[in-house]
């Protein structure tokens, strides 16, 4: 479903991430672990086009994204993202965020967008929240909202740079099952996440950044048992 070939991206000198290849599966669950700076939230800004590649290719679904001539907009609609610090829009309430997209860019009339959000909602375990502003929501709540509104546009993949770094460690685990929920529902998602227990359970596969380079790539019981780099056996030794 996705193909990366020799992705490299730099900020003017500083070459971020370094010949990447690598391929995602349909219903492929991916976390990305490494140390801060690794590169591993360009990467999947990359995976989206909110940066520009410097050399290199992806393609989702055979649309190459880095040809100028895809339409970036009708790509970016396929691939929801949700980023450590929510995003809400705090002058809208929980229901019209999740409605706002779908109603202007899928086209979707407000009645039937309210329903699909109340599903969602459902889905996510917040029905009773609809019409509350994000004020009155807990991290974890605002998360799992989030998440709903990502899923309003019907995403084939989903996009998750650490989305529950920003939370006290009681609202972590609401939002771990939600995404787990998803996972088992077959939604093609790339997670970088420090929670390494969840990594271990949720993915399909692990891959390890460092210093830009994705220097490992196993399934996570391989990955935890016996990682094949130095770099990232010292890694794990740190953080479990
Ligand atoms: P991670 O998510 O693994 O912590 P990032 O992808 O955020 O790593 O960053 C990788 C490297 O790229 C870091 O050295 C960071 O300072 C640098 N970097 C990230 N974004 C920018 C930017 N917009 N301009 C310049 N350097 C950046
Ligand atoms: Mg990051």
Do not use: W
């Amino acid at each position: 479903m996705i193909k990366v070939e020799h992705l490299n991206k730099s900020y003017g000198k500083a070459a971020v991430l370094h010949d990447i290849s690598t391929t995602v599966k349909r219903g492929e669950v991916v976390a990305i672990i490494g140390p801060s700076g690794s590169g591993k939230s360009t990467f999947l800004r990359c995976l989206n086009l909110l940066e520009t590649p410097t050399s290199g290719s992806i393609a989702i679904d055979g649309t190459v994204l880095t040809d100028p001539n895809t339409d970036m907009g009708q790509v970016r609609q396929r691939i929801g993202m949700v980023f450590q610090h929510f995003h809400l829009f705090p002058h809208m309430t929980v229901i019209d965020n999740i409605t706002f997209a779908p109603t202007r860019v899928k086209g979707l009339s407000k009645e039937e967008a309210r329903a699909k959000g109340l599903k969602l909602l459902e889905r996510v375990g917040l029905a009773d929240k609809a019409d509350v502003y994000p004020s009155k929501l807990s991290g974890g709540q605002k998360q799992r909202v989030a998440i709903a509104r990502s899923l309003a546009m019907d995403p084939d993949i989903m996009l998750f740079d650490e989305p529950t770094s920003a939370l006290d460690p009681e609202m972590v685990k609401e939002v771990l099952a939600v995404i787990r929920d998803l996972a088992s529902s077959g939604m093609t998602m790339l997670i970088v996440t420090h929670e390494m227990k969840f990594a271990r359970e949720a993915s399909d596969t692990i891959y390890f950044l460092d210093g830009g380079r994705l220097i490992e790539r196993a399934d996570p019981e391989t990955f935890f048992a016996s990682p094949q780099s130095e770099r990232a056996a010292r890694f794990l030794e740190q953080v479990l």
